[in-house]
């Protein structure tokens, strides 16, 4: 008998790893079947083992730097290693998809298993699949043949049995079934797997649009079309073994506390861990995958080709089984980045390089994909066109184009306040805006010499060209800039502004791309699709992230929790006329009113307040729900101009608020006239596990900013424009903490206590 012995990368539970190791093990290594196992040929296995090590395994695109990373190549095997023996068979891999067959109107689920089977006879047995909350219980007979064998079973489920669909988040529940699969083989050998199945279907709608040239580019869920709000996410460390559980569980739980959906998982990182996407099942996150492949042009040679292969294969095979991957893509900005021609090719040579292209991407991945996952839709790029794309051959002259398919945008000269620079676009999945981290994420990590904006750390960390300039242009554009005579307040209060710039600058962004969901202004419009660049950092540096290196909210990440918000009001100019428009995603139609309030910022009581009507605002739409001349508002509120006073306005229904409050400046903060130094104090108290921070003002005051430093933790609201004299926050702690230490740590700043 023949003793087969596997050396398992366990990256991601059993029999995972290898096609993730092949990305740098191309050249050097083959990998035997894709699935998982790199087979020693009688080999040592210490021998390989330490191989491996030398030939420093497992490295990202981004570990040799990126725009917001540092350049740490890690080297070596980072997950469990185990050895494991058999001499009948081995089930190397196990995936399943659940199919709804829509003219039957029935659910089916596709199961597939792969087996090695060693033994020099036949092994014959039978199946068990069991989903007992779907009364679902099929057996069936098999007999594995010696060498590679795949078994195929398809598991009908009745009509007459509900299947609970998976929703993303706000949308409804992730309901999930327990499935049990016991593989009973001759010579007693029992096989269990067991897994949740969710059920839920995705289409990628593209149909032309009235009144506007191209496509639509959207996605339905379960047949209902949704709007993706949310980030783009890159790897949560340089060094993946630092990557805990808990850590993966924060970050993402931040995701749907902000009123998030969707995450791309960007083209520069890793396949992320199982837990990744276990978590995206449960929490309703959808992602938007990109194959490993970022900002480059790659070669076409057969060994190349072979390992990718490898790759791709095996992660449709580990990754199809999840509800909450809608959509694999096939590179991060590639067709762009060709078309756009940044890396300066002679046209001449362009014609290999398109050919090298759709190698890999249409004639390789593309065709993996449509062999091995039927479930999803895939495109080979972003941003593409979509059908456009294929329709030019796999490339269009614009991949970015607002007619078509995604965009990526991005603008640090125009003034991020004027809506009118955005792109009014089908889906925006990257735009975004730097800031810097707080003082107590840097503090971590440098010394009293590096705490200014001009220090060498500071230089050093910034590793996007200009942009610690571009900030403070943008941030000049409508803030002060600090003013201290004190070096370490003034490079506080610079973290806080470029914040606040970061937060308003994306706040704006993405309410437009919100507002648009529904009309077409000069051809173009029905957005359906806002991420922002990006969702996590890597270290303690200035970025595009709203969560700093360890979890921590940026300013950006309480305003996307508004900007989010299922029911928001978006409030903006055109031509000095002041709208609102009333965005749902909701499912039902809500009667509602808007109540408008003028403040002027000298004083804590409203000048005036106006309720609309009852009206009827219908779910899944952007409608306008009120218009009025910028001068006829400010007449109409006694003495306001438009740098006196500030526009606040929410939806509620049976006086019980139902969408956050939102707020439209009428002239830059830095003209604001009778702006005071607000004296804000908090009295804390402790509920259960959570603490209530009482807030009091002595002034107007906006992006109130409630710090509570190193102590792990979220507030229910933060960096907000606090009119009103009383208000409560609370404080939802990560790990356990007191009233004491809260009130030694707490500091609060707002916009006037950096003039
Ligand atoms: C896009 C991304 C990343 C980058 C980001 C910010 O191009 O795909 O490559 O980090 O912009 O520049």
């Known amino acids: 008998m023949r003793l087969h012995l596997l050396l398992l990368l366990a990256l991601c539970g059993a029999g995972t790893t290898a096609a993730e190791l092949s990305y740098s093990l191309r050249g050097n290594w083959s990998i035997c079947n894709g699935n998982g196992s790199l087979e020693l040929p009688g080999a040592v296995p210490g021998c390989v083992h330490s191989a491996l090590f030398q030939q420093g395994l497992i490295q990202e695109q981004c570990s040799f730097s990126w725009d917001w990373g540092p350049s740490f190549p890690t080297q070596g095997i980072w997950k469990d290693v185990r050895i494991e023996a058999y001499n009948i068979c081995h089930l190397n891999y196990f995936t399943f998809s659940p199919i709804y067959d829509k003219s039957a109107q029935e659910w089916n689920l596709e199961i597939e298993s792969t087996f090695d089977v060693v033994s020099s006879k036949p092994v014959g047995g039978q199946v068990i699949v069991a989903i007992p909350k779907l009364q679902t219980q099929q057996t069936y007979s098999i007999e594995l043949q010696p060498g590679k064998r795949i078994v195929e079973l398809f598991v009908n489920i009745s009509k007459n049995i509900t299947v609970e669909t998976w929703w993303p988040h706000g949308h409804g529940n992730q309901t999930g079934y327990n499935m049990t699969v016991l593989f009973e083989l001759d010579g007693g050998l029992n096989i269990e797997k067991s897994a949740k199945v969710y059920f839920r279907t995705v289409e990628l709608i593209e149909e032309p649009i009235k009144g506007s040239p191209g496509l639509s580019f959207y996605f339905k869920i379960n047949g209902f079309p949704i709007f993706l709000k949310g980030s783009n996410w890159i790897p949560a460390d340089s060094f993946q073994d630092r990557v805990t559980s808990e850590l993966l569980r924060l970050l993402l739980q931040s995701v749907v506390d902000a009123n998030m959906n969707t995450l791309r998982v960007w083209g520069g990182g890793i396949y992320e861990q199982d837990e990744f996407y276990e978590l995206c099942d449960e929490l309703g996150i959808m992602v938007w995958q990109d194959f490993m492949f970022a900002c480059a042009l790659y070669p076409t040679d057969q060994g190349f080709l072979d390992s990718v292969t490898a790759e791709v294969a095996y992660q449709i095979k580990r990754l199809k089984s999840h509800p ?91 003034d991020c306040w004027n809506w009118k620079v955005f792109p009014k676009a089908r889906f925006a999945s990257e735009y975004g805006y730097q800031s810097w981290p707080s003082f107590s994420t840097l503090e971590k990590v440098s010394s009293t010499e590096d705490w200014s904006f001009n220090s060498k750390f500071s230089l050093h960390r910034q590793h996007h060209e200009g942009g610690n300039k571009q900030m403070l242009y943008q941030a000049g554009l409508h803030f002060k800039l600090p003013q201290s005579t004190d070096p370490l307040r003034t490079f506080k209060d610079t973290i806080y502004l470029t914040q606040v710039m970061q937060a308003q600058c994306v706040k704006t962004e993405t309410e437009f791309y919100r507002r648009s969901r529904s009309e077409i202004v000069d051809q173009q419009g029905h957005t359906m699709g806002a991420l922002y660049w990006q969702l996590n950092d890597i270290w303690q540096a200035p970025s595009w992230a709203s969560l700093e290196y360890g979890g921590k909210w940026k300013m950006l990440h309480y305003f996307a929790q508004n900007f989010f918000a299922p029911l928001l009001p978006v409030g903006f100019e055109n031509e000095n006329t002041f709208y609102i428009y009333g965005v749902s995603d909701l499912h039902s139609d809500y009667s509602m009113t808007l109540s408008v309030r003028v403040h002027t910022w000298s004083s804590l009581e409203p000048v005036c307040s106006r309720v609309t009507e009852r009206f009827v605002m219908k779910g899944g739409e952007a409608v306008c729900l009120y218009e009025e001349p910028v001068s006829e508002l400010l007449r109409r509120c006694g003495n306001c101009t438009r740098e006196s006073c500030v526009v606040s306005f929410y939806l509620s229904a049976d006086h019980e608020l139902l969408s956050p409050t939102n707020y439209h400046f009428l002239s830059s903060p830095k003209e604001a006239v009778g702006l005071c130094k607000a004296q804000i104090t908090a009295i804390i108290s402790q509920q259960g596990d959570i603490f209530v921070f009482d807030l009091e003002t002595s002034a107007v005051a906006p992006f109130v900013w409630l710090d509570v430093g190193s102590i792990p933790g979220r507030f229910s609201d933060n960096g907000f424009l606090m009119t009103e004299k009383t208000r409560t926050i609370l404080f939802y702690p990560w790990e356990p903490t007191s009233k004491n230490e809260l009130e030694q740590s707490f500091h609060v700043t707002s916009l006037t206590d950096i003039y």
């Open 324 to 414: 909450s991957i809608i959509i694999w893509s096939g590179n991060n900005e590639n067709e762009e980045a060709l078309m756009m021609n940044w890396y300066h090719i002679s046209f001449t040579d362009r014609p290999i390089y398109i050919k090298d292209y759709v190698t890999l991407y249409v004639k390789n991945i593309r065709e993996l994909v449509l062999a091995g996952d039927k479930s999803r839709p895939f495109i080979t790029s972003s941003p593409t066109n979509g059908a456009e794309t294929v329709a030019e051959a796999w490339v269009s002259q614009n991949p970015n184009s607002n007619y078509f398919g995604d965009v990526h945008f991005y603008d640090y000269i125009s």
